[in-house]
């Protein structure tokens, strides 16, 4: 029995954790079969396999299913772990580090990002991007001990922590063309990280297209923003 026997992923084609899940298992070469979710009609699959959040990505591999996104990604580097790039650092600390970095990006700055889909005018837009390039600072910051000098969080090759972060990366260019800001004008290490990032062959094989993203996004934003319906 191979380690691929039976690898299955439920997603979302524009959600970033989903993105996660993409991104590692095709840095390992791992064959899966995909399935998209609908979030307003959730398939027994999906209820079935992540009963607790009902969310996606669920990661099924032999019948058995894995949830919430950065557990996937150390789970696919667990299993596949002699194939491919080691996406979690060998060095226990800076594993710690990676996974501290991994926390903050979804406990700080993708809060902070959401009132750019949200914002109810440009205006409330571009205040909550000025607001998520300046949670970004850190991991500017951070980036400089992190990458030892190369190219990525991970060093020479995409780990961890790029992983968490570049999966929002489709996310902030659509918030740059929909608020006409740029999120890293000012973070210079980002900025170039951000650029190798996008251009590696396995991001641009699974990331969604940024119009698309901005479709998806203002489609977001006009739900939100909607009347409730009459209650009589």
């Known amino acids: 029995m191979t380690a691929e026997k039976e690898v299955k992923l439920l997603g979302l084609w524009a959600s970033p954790f989903v993105i996660r899940a ?85 406990d700080k700055w993708f809060p902070s990002y959401d009132d750019v889909v949200n914002g109810e005018t440009r205006e409330a837009k571009i205040d909550a991007s000025r607001e998520a390039m300046a949670v970004l600072q850190p991991l500017e910051e951070a980036f400089e001990k992190q990458s030892k000098g190369k190219h990525f969080f991970g060093g020479e090759t995409i780990g961890f922590l790029d992983i968490a972060l570049g999966s929002y990366l489709v996310w902030i260019k659509a918030g740059e063309k929909i608020t006409g800001l740029e999120f890293f004008d000012k973070l210079p290490n980002l900025s170039a990280w951000a650029e190798c990032f996008w251009a590696h062959d396995v991001v641009k094989a699974v990331m969604p297209e940024v119009d698309a993203v901005v479709d998806f996004a203002k489609k977001i934003q006009a739900k939100f923003n909607s009347p409730p319906p009459p209650t009589n």
């Open 22 to 106: 993409k991104i590692a298992l095709a840095l390992k070469g791992v064959e899966y079969e995909y399935f998209e979710e609908n979030l307003r009609n959730k398939s027994e699959l999906l209820l079935k396999s992540n009963p607790v959040y009902k969310k996606v990505p669920v990661l099924i591999h032999n019948g058995k299913p894995i949830c919430e996104s950065m557990i996937i990604v150390q789970y696919i580097d667990d299993v596949w772990s002699g194939v491919g790039p080691s996406i979690v650092p060998s060095d226990p600390f800076d594993a710690a580090m990676a996974r501290f970095w991994s926390h903050y990006v979804d």
